[in-house]
């Protein structure tokens, strides 16, 4: 019995505590508890059984959008739409193909970037671009958008995508490359799912090899900052670009290129389960103010920031980077974004609005040092992250001002505003004015404020309605705009 009796005391004492904090302080500060209860083991659970699949048969007149639910997206934004619209099921999770003669891997859209380095990497090959979080799946990366930081040198997600196969409106298939329905297949990118849906995707493969040699080079001042980033953005020796931004005059830029070699004393496997947080590891490299030279495992260097999702864990468990914790328990970490959300709770999510902040905006590399003034004075959140790439001119809802090719930059922005005085709407639609200012473009996983008008001035929809009336997508998917802006939806 003396068992039962502890947990009980000690129940009741944790809620006369919850009583006497209040229990938004509690969600808000203490969320480890739960998470560390419940989500990781609940996320090892999930993770064995996500692949059972299940199709539905449903009907209705109004508009389509996948069945996946919203709570199982990387995105925290919740949707609201699929309470309303009809779900179709499209449970497709496969890598179909690897030809490694013409370098092209064919995939199905729930095909994730856990799933696609497993299998390329051991097989020796990888994809060009290939986003940091393993539950990032292959539609998600092509109906919105993702980047890397090899992305100075091939582009968004979208830019190493050669095909990409549909079911329209009205129950046809369609393929479209460059070549072939051409303006499909350019506007299908940030289309969010509002032009067909997609069920197969063809993407560039390249050789891989075993080690990333990275090099990491602290710089303080932002104007020395600046030109470093950019200056190593250019040159065509460095597969990888990244830098962490821990305070507007301090940072570390990291430069990485592939090789097959490796010195067996700076061999770090940065990956395991025991290992420091990647960006607290980067950061003692600031503090020792001193350059380094590691060899990273190639899949471990891809999913460098998984573990902690970024540093947004940090918030979650406070002690999560704990050498105790880690290694008694780090190999259930992370916890599934998908079960945070679903565990959240609305009054969770209206609390995190507002005290909390994730966003990536793309902005011109030559009005970085513009930006990040910008980024400081509205909401303040550090570190940053920063990763370069080309943004080429094609047709779409995304792309440069003029007709040539831009180096543009990702700015991330992942924590909680130190602003004073931080309202949510106010401060991200003054972040949002001066994004459209500098012709730079939102991600649009996250919570946009924009109107309409705002909103169609960010992002060139000529195309896009172009094919919204040719394909009958008006009477049978949700404009873009509605399906993401907050002011749409509320």
């Known amino acids: 019995m003396e068992p039962a009796v502890s947990l009980a005391v000690c129940a009741l004492l944790f809620l006369l505590w919850i009583r006497v904090k209040g229990l938004e302080f509690v969600i808000i500060h203490q969320r480890w508890v739960f998470v560390c209860l419940f989500l990781l083991p609940l996320s090892l659970i999930f993770d064995i059984y996500y692949y059972v699949r299940e199709w539905k048969e449903q009907g209705s007149k109004t508009f389509m959008c996948t069945g996946r639910p919203g709570w199982l997206t990387v995105s925290l934004r919740v949707g609201k739409y699929k309470k309303t619209h009809k779900n179709i099921m499209i449970n497709l999770m496969d890598i179909l193909e690897v030809d490694t003669k013409k370098q092209i891997v064919r995939v199905e859209p729930l095909v994730t970037m856990g799933q696609v380095t497993a299998l390329l990497n051991s097989i020796g090959w990888t994809l060009p671009v290939l986003p940091e979080l393993d539950d990032l799946t292959v539609g998600g990366l092509i109906m919105g958008t993702g980047i890397e930081s090899s992305s100075h040198k091939y582009g968004l997600f979208q830019h190493i995508c050669t095909a990409y196969e549909l079911v329209l409106a009205d129950g046809s298939f369609v393929r479209c490359t460059p070549s072939e329905n051409s303006d499909l297949f350019y506007a299908v990118p940030w289309s969010c799912g509002t032009l067909g849906f997609l069920?197969?995707?063809?993407?560039?493969?390249?050789?891989?090899?075993?080690?990333?040699?990275?090099?990491?080079?602290?710089?303080?001042?932002?104007?020395?900052?600046?030109?470093?980033?950019?200056?190593?953005?250019?040159?065509?020796?460095?597969?990888?670009?990244?830098?962490?931004?821990?305070?507007?005059?301090?940072?570390?830029?990291?430069?990485?290129?592939?090789?097959?070699?490796?010195?067996?004393?700076?061999?770090?496997?940065?990956?395991?389960?025991?290992?420091?947080?990647?960006?607290?590891?980067?950061?003692?490299?600031?503090?020792?103010?001193?350059?380094?030279?590691?060899?990273?495992?190639?899949?471990?260097?891809?999913?460098?920031?998984?573990?902690?999702?970024?540093?947004?864990?940090?918030?979650?468990?406070?002690?999560?980077?704990?050498?105790?914790?880690?290694?008694?328990?780090?190999?259930?970490?992370?916890?599934?974004?998908?079960?945070?959300?679903?565990?959240?709770?609305?009054?969770?999510?209206?609390?995190?609005?507002?005290?909390?902040?994730?966003?990536?905006?793309?902005?011109?590399?030559?009005?970085?040092?513009?930006?990040?003034?910008?980024?400081?004075?509205?909401?303040?959140?550090?570190?940053?992250?920063?990763?370069?790439?080309?943004?080429?001119?094609?047709?779409?809802?995304?792309?440069?001002?003029?007709?040539?090719?831009?180096?543009?930059?990702?700015?991330?922005?992942?924590?909680?505003?130190?602003?004073?005085?931080?309202?949510?709407?106010?401060?991200?639609?003054?972040?949002?004015?001066?994004?459209?200012?500098?012709?730079?473009?939102?991600?649009?996983?996250?919570?946009?404020?924009?109107?309409?008008?705002?909103?169609?001035?960010?992002?060139?929809?000529s195309l896009y309605h172009k094919l919204r009336k040719q394909l009958g997508c008006e009477d049978a998917f949700p404009e873009v705009y509605d399906k993401i802006c907050k002011a749409a939806r509320h």
Request: with cysteine.
């Open 199 to 461: 069920v197969a995707a063809e993407i560039r493969i390249i050789p891989a090899k075993k080690y990333v040699k990275l090099r990491f080079e602290p710089v303080r001042g932002l104007e020395a900052i600046c030109d470093k980033f950019a200056l190593e953005a250019q040159r065509p020796e460095n597969d990888f670009v990244e830098g962490l931004l821990y305070s507007l005059e301090e940072a570390v830029i990291m430069t990485g290129s592939m090789t097959d070699k490796a010195e067996p004393s700076k061999l770090n496997s940065i990956g395991n389960y025991y290992k420091p947080w990647f960006f607290k590891h980067v950061e003692n490299y600031l503090k020792t103010n001193q350059e380094g030279l590691e060899y990273i495992p190639l899949r471990h260097y891809y999913h460098r920031h998984t573990r902690s999702i970024f540093w947004e864990l940090q918030d979650i468990i406070p002690f999560g980077n704990n050498p105790v914790f880690r290694y008694f328990f780090g190999w259930m970490v992370p916890p599934k974004i998908s079960l945070l959300k679903l565990t959240q709770g609305e009054t969770l999510r209206k609390l995190y609005e507002q005290h909390h902040v994730v966003q990536d905006m793309l902005v011109p590399m030559k009005c970085l040092q513009q930006a990040l003034h910008t980024f400081q004075n509205d909401i303040h959140v550090y570190p940053i992250w920063l990763c370069p790439f080309i943004l080429p001119s094609q047709p779409g809802l995304v792309h440069p001002k003029g007709d040539e090719t831009e180096l543009y930059i990702d700015i991330g922005a992942y924590g909680e505003p130190r602003v004073k005085h931080f309202e949510a709407r106010s401060c991200m639609r003054q972040l949002e004015k001066f994004v459209r200012s500098v012709h730079g473009f939102q991600m649009l996983y996250a919570d946009c404020y924009m109107n309409r008008e705002e909103f169609w001035e960010m992002f060139d929809g």
